[in-house]
């Protein structure tokens, strides 16, 4: 029996803004961490099947490709013998994605920050809330700035974080950092714990970040309301933001 058997979508519309290197990444801690992790890779180009052909890492299965319709059942399906299952989702009004939203615990929204990034994000949230109203239940998410740097905050990542508090969206508090190693892991096929100092630059930081993104998602499936109040979410972003100053 799975100990926590959750569904955690992560949608965005927008290509390239790390859905698929984020799921790599976590899915890599989440195993090491002893979970097992499953993961439905409905990215056409297939990223995941392709990480793991070579080189199967351990506690993580990938399950390739199915049709939008088959999503709901194929997810539930993956949930019973899975710690985890993690969905990689392209596109924002397409039936698959509205499966694995309805289907899911928590979905995680992944955006850079920019307001090109900012619009197409609330595409998908609006397909949340409409996923939730059809449901009649509250559908967790939580935004995700992502290929962010690590040394400083622009001014247009400063400005997304405070539309997202005004608006009372709720975001994770780790960014998932523009780092050279989160390229890196995923080009050789293995997971992130089996580079070494050479082959990534950074690596500690890499692994620090991720260990800190893997346990707020933790938190957040645990406890759904996990640093969704406004002002603590905010402080954090403040203090972060002041830091990097
Ligand atoms: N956190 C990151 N650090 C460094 N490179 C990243 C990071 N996230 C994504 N990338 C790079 O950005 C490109 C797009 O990422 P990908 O995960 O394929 O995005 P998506 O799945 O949203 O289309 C890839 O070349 C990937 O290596
Ligand atoms: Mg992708």
Do not use: C
Not at 82 to 94: F, P, R, T, Y
């Amino acid at each position: 029996m799975a100990e926590l058997g959750k569904i955690v979508a992560v949608a965005s519309s927008k290509g390239g803004v790390g859905k698929s290197s984020y799921i790599m990444a976590i899915a890599s801690a989440l195993a090491k961490s002893g979970l097992n992790v499953g993961i439905l890779d409905n990215d056409p180009n297939q990223p995941v099947i392709e990480w793991l052909s070579e080189n199967p890492v351990e506690n993580i299965t990938a399950t390739p490709k199915v049709s939008d319709t088959e999503v709901f059942d194929t997810l539930d399906k993956m949930r019973e013998i899975h710690d985890i299952v993690l969905a990689d989702m392209e596109g924002s009004a397409n039936l698959g994605v509205a499966m694995a939203i309805a289907s899911a615990d928590l979905v995680i929204v992944p955006s850079q920050g920019s307001s090109l990034d900012h619009k197409e994000a609330a595409k998908t949230l609006g397909l949340i809330r409409s996923q939730s109203k059809l449901q009649r239940r509250e559908i967790p998410f939580r935004i995700l700035f992502t290929r962010t740097s690590q040394a400083i905050t622009p001014r247009s990542l400063r400005k997304a974080y405070e539309q997202l508090r005004e608006r009372k969206l709720p975001f994770m508090k780790a960014e998932f950092n523009n780092l050279e190693a989160f390229k890196v892991f995923v080009g050789e096929g293995r997971s992130i714990y089996s580079l070494t100092d050479e082959e990534a630059p950074n690596l500690k930081g890499a692994l620090k970040v991720l260990h800190a993104l893997a346990a707020e998602l933790i938190a957040v499936l645990k406890d759904p309301s996990y640093g969704s109040e406004t002002d603590e979410a905010t402080d954090a972003a403040k203090a972060t933001a002041d830091a990097k100053e």
